[in-house]
């Protein structure tokens, strides 16, 4: 099996070799970028698979930079920040990063995000606790689970893999209500803590992709001090 590419974008030389060793170590091919110019070339000009990438840089910031990869690629970003209020996690989050995680870090804890993030980009869709078809659909919004495609009304809707899992979650188990927590450690495979933020911004992205009025939701409802269901 070919190695996966990941690529640290970080201004800061020391971090940028200090995750590069820990990734060699676990078997993955580490290409390094500087700031986000640097990193958008070469994502051009090679097959990555995950992005790790720093909020304050010079030359392009992280977020800026996750803009400019959303517009085209749906791999996996985790962001890093010396930032650790919740205004910077909710803004890298809407911007389309799939995981946060402040500085400083214990590097295994990166290492687990990385692996997690992986798992999901390589082998989305492992969910057997709803419908068992491969394909589901509900009211003109359908699921392939085979293909790791997400339709409304024939239209491919373009999910990053995080909010693929989610919408996958809800539609294999249409009018099941599903909690805060449960969505958080069913999808990410980790225990819940402050989560509500960051399932809440997922949940808002995916409403902008598929519903028609994101404020009055037709397909992805929530059940208010529950959680939420894709109503069937």
Request: proline letters at 3%; aromatic letters at 6%; zero cysteines.
């Amino acid at each position: 099996m070919e190695k996966l590419t990941v690529l640290v974008t970080d201004d800061d030389k020391d971090i940028r070799d200090g995750i590069e060793i820990y990734l060699k170590n676990e078997g993955y091919h580490v290409l390094k970028a500087a700031d986000g110019v640097e990193a958008l070339t070469l994502l051009k000009d090679n097959e990555v698979h995950l992005i790790i990438l720093d909020i304050m840089m010079p030359n392009m910031d992280g977020i800026t930079a996750t803009f400019k990869i959303r517009a085209e690629r749906n791999i996996p970003i985790i962001m890093l920040s010396a930032k650790a209020e919740d205004t910077d996690k909710i803004h890298g989050l809407s911007v389309g990063a799939d995981d946060y995680i402040t500085k400083p870090f214990h590097p295994l804890e990166l290492l687990a995000r990385v692996k997690s993030q992986l798992r999901r980009y390589v082998q989305l869709g492992t969910y057997n606790n709803g419908q068992t078809s491969s394909a589901i659909d509900v009211n003109g919004l359908s699921l392939d689970a085979e293909a790791k495609e997400v339709k409304l009304n024939g239209e491919p809707v373009k999910l990053t893999p995080i909010e693929y899992k989610i919408t996958e979650l809800l539609l294999k188990n249409a009018g099941r209500v599903f909690s805060i927590n449960e969505i958080y450690e069913l999808v990410w495979n980790e225990e819940a803590y402050n989560a509500e933020n960051v399932v809440a911004v997922h949940i808002r992205k995916i409403r902008e992709k598929i519903e028609a009025d994101p404020k009055n939701p037709r397909y992805l409802k929530v059940v208010w001090g529950i959680g939420y269901k894709i109503e069937k």
